[in-house]
């Protein structure tokens, strides 16, 4: 009998051994200078290669200077626009237009998302409707939006929650579906009502999944307000970088086209990597599922 016991005993050590062994760190976290080149050098070498490649097909003298310029031009054109405090300005009409339809579509795609989710008339009747508008490119409501608001802000907005309201609705949606059922169980044996429920259980176990649908919504609100702008141009809109793009193509002046699309581009990684990246890492970290961050 003794003998058994201390095979057990045994058997039971190894079993604690292994899933220590498992739950443990296999090495050592990287320091900070180690976690920062290792986030900020692939990007910065992906960009000089691209730039490379860039200044190889100017040289090649493939197209004339006139569609392609050099990208030492390119930088000297936003270099004048940063010398010049234009740049300061086009920023602040773009990306206040961007955060403000952005906070609205919010606002509107999370009960609406929320009813979807929970109501099946709902998602029966809507659902493939929203989902037929996330497909709709947004620039084909910029003619509709000018005609029924005019050459104003409010058109440039409606084009931004037709944009994004369908991307935040649907991975709040995606999200509540991926929840297990016991979690919905679980708030019912322990008396939560159907509004403390959804506080307390679907919007925190729908985080990740409404969190990819928020940095989805947002890249579509950025895309949908670009051609918003592009198109509805007006003294009284301001000028943002969409407009500073139509500016360029209508000079003809291809590097204020490049340098109007470099500061979009880095105008959205940079909300990608302030805002949204920390956010997402610290939510799935939480989870346990942040490794690959």
């Known amino acids: 009998?003794?003998?058994?016991?201390s095979v057990e005993r045994e058997d039971d050590a190894a079993v604690e051994a292994g899933?220590?062994?498992?739950t443990s760190p296999t090495s050592a976290p990287p320091n900070g200078r180690a976690r920062f080149v290792g986030r900020v050098l692939p990007p910065v070498v992906a960009l000089v290669v691209i730039g490379c490649l860039w200044q190889a097909l100017w040289a090649s003298a493939i197209w004339p200077e006139y569609q392609l310029p050099a990208p030492a031009t390119v930088l000297d054109q936003i270099a004048q626009q940063i010398r010049s405090g234009d740049i300061v300005g086009f920023l602040w009409v773009s990306v206040h237009r961007a955060v403000i339809g952005f906070a609205v579509a919010v606002v509107v795609a999370v009960p609406l998302g929320l009813l979807i989710a929970n109501v099946s008339p709902v998602r029966r009747a809507i659902g493939p409707l929203i989902s037929g508008l996330?497909?709709?490119?947004?620039?084909?409501?910029?003619?509709a939006g000018v005609l029924w608001f005019g050459l104003t802000d409010y058109a440039i907005y409606f084009v931004v929650l037709l944009g994004a309201v369908p991307s935040i609705a649907n991975g709040l949606v995606s999200?509540?579906?991926?929840?297990?059922?016991?979690?919905?169980?679980?708030?019912?044996?322990?008396?939560?009502?159907?509004?403390?429920?959804i506080r307390h259980v679907l919007l925190p176990a729908a985080l990740p999944g409404f969190l990819s649908g928020l940095k989805q919504g947002w890249a579509f609100s950025w895309r949908s307000l670009m051609a918003a702008e592009l198109i509805a141009t007006s003294p009284q809109l301001g000028v943002g970088l969409g407009q500073v793009l139509h500016n360029g193509m209508s000079l003809s002046d291809m590097s204020l086209v490049m340098a109007a699309i470099v500061l979009i581009f880095f105008v959205g990684v940079g909300i990608e990597l302030v805002l949204f990246r920390p956010l997402e890492r610290s939510v799935l970290r939480a989870r346990g599922l942040g490794g690959a961050l």
């Not at 899933?19 to 498992?22: S, V």
Request: aromatic fraction near 4%; glycine fraction near 8%.
């Open 175 to 197: 999200g509540v579906d991926q929840i297990p059922p016991i979690f919905h169980r679980v708030g019912v044996v322990l008396g939560a009502s159907r509004l403390a429920a």
């Open 19 to 22: 899933l220590d062994a498992l």
């Open 134 to 143: 996330q497909s709709l490119p947004s620039v084909a409501w910029v003619p």
């Open 1 to 5: 009998m003794s003998s058994r016991s």
